[in-house]
């Protein structure tokens, strides 16, 4: 069975430092990995995907993704945090529909 | 644009009360997905469609229906809400066949958050 484990509930960071939320996948087989960010009473946005190819991913608003079969994982990465980064974060995979998402980490950034 | 429309975005029943929450989409995607969602959880599937196959997570409370009249439209019905019902409805859709791009990518509406009194 497919599952994604997010380490963290909650990450704190201060502007402009470096966001780092972790995710690491269970699957037999190379799955598809999704981030999705949730802003307050909102549904969720995609922010970057895997599917096959390049394994370090780029998304919206400067996020980025590594893909690491060895680890099982597919942690997300910002270089410098920005106020507007303050939200939820859900990892998510899939081998096939329906989609399975990790508990999420709600991300804070202090001035 | 294609998006996935919910209405209302804020809806507000009566303990017991049925409501029905709606869903369009302008993606002509296959697959149609209800989701609940509580405070500073993940979303958690309740169903959802293939075109007219309608799948329901076991765990999905018999209180919850969903109808899926034609490809655009998907309705999440509340027989009697409960206050445990309070929640945010998240609809989504996937492509779910293949062709270009991932089949299994899901696109979100904006949720419908659900009051119970």
């Known amino acids: 069975a497919q599952s994604v484990t997010q380490l963290g509930s909650h990450v704190s960071v201060s502007e402009g430092a470096l966001v780092l939320l972790r995710c690491n996948y269970s699957s037999s087989v190379p799955p598809y990995l999704f981030w999705y960010v949730q802003y307050p009473n909102q549904g969720l946005q995609l922010l970057l995907k895997?599917?096959?190819?390049?394994?370090l991913v780029k998304g919206i608003n400067g996020f980025e993704a590594e893909f690491k079969k060895s680890e099982t994982s597919f942690h997300l990465t910002k270089p410098s945090a920005h106020m507007s980064d303050a939200a939820e974060y859900f990892c998510a995979v899939s081998l096939s529909a329906p989609m399975r998402f990790g508990a999420g980490t709600r991300l804070t950034v202090k001035p | 644009d294609a998006m996935v429309i919910q209405n209302p975005r804020y809806q507000v029943t009566q303990f017991g009360k049925p409501v029905t929450l709606s869903c369009s989409q302008t993606?002509?995607?296959?697959?149609m997905y209800w989701y609940q969602q509580k405070s500073s959880q993940a979303p958690k599937l309740l169903f959802h469609y293939y075109d007219k196959d309608f799948n329901n997570e076991a765990d999905t409370p018999d209180n919850f229906q969903s109808r899926r009249p034609n490809t655009s439209f998907c309705f999440l019905d509340i027989r009697s809400p409960g206050l445990g019902d309070a929640a945010m409805y998240l609809c989504?859709?996937?492509?779910?066949?293949?062709?270009?791009?991932?089949?299994?990518?899901?696109?979100f509406g904006p949720g419908t958050r659900l009051t119970v009194t």
């Open positions: 989504a859709t996937s492509r779910g066949s293949a062709g270009q791009g991932n089949p299994y990518e899901q696109y």
């Open positions: 993606l002509n995607h296959n697959v």
């Open positions: 895997y599917t096959t190819g390049a394994t």
